[in-house]
Nanobody
Framework: QVQLVESGGGLVQAGGSLRLSCAASGRTFSRYALGWFRQAPGKESEFVARIVWSGGSTMYEDSVKGRFTISMDNAKNTVYLQMNSLKPEDTAVYYC????????????WGQGTQVTVSS
C-alpha cells in the first residue's frame, strides 16, 4: 500500500502562485511515478503533470506548460507542484496519484486539496 497526503491548496487571486505537496508513505519502493490530476465542479478529472521517481522525467498537460512545475524530493518522499500565473480556470480539487509501474494505471490516490483562483 502507498499512502498519499496532499497539502498546500487554498484561495489565491488570478496571477498568483501556490505550491502543492504530496507526501508518499508506505510501500514507496513500489512506486514508479507520481501524477497530479484535477477535477473542477461538473467536469471530468483531468491529468495535470507527472514525474518519474527514477530520473525525474516529467510531462505536463498543455494548458499548464510554462506555468506549472512538478518536482520531487526523494529524501522526503515528496512531490511538489509549483503553480504560477494561476487562472480562474485552474480552480479545482487537485489530487496526487501513484503509478506503480510503467504502463500501469494510477492505483493509489490522495484525498485531494482545493485550489480556488479568484478573478
Amino acid at each position: 500500500q502507498v499512502q498519499l497526503v496532499e497539502s498546500g491548496g487554498g484561495l489565491v487571486q488570478a496571477g498568483g502562485s501556490l505550491r502543492l505537496s504530496c507526501a508518499a508513505s508506505g510501500r514507496t519502493f513500489s512506486r514508479y511515478a507520481l501524477g497530479w490530476f484535477r477535477q473542477a465542479p461538473g467536469k471530468e478529472s483531468e491529468f495535470v503533470a507527472r514525474i518519474v521517481w527514477s530520473g525525474g522525467s516529467t510531462m505536463y498537460e498543455d494548458s499548464v506548460k510554462g506555468r506549472f512545475t512538478i518536482s520531487m524530493d526523494n529524501a522526503k518522499n515528496t512531490v511538489y507542484l509549483q503553480m504560477n500565473s494561476l487562472k480562474p480556470e485552474d480552480t479545482a480539487v487537485y489530487y496526487c496519484a501513484a503509478q506503480t509501474g510503467s504502463g500501469l494505471g494510477y492505483d493509489y490516490w490522495g484525498q485531494g486539496t482545493q485550489v480556488t483562483v479568484s478573478s
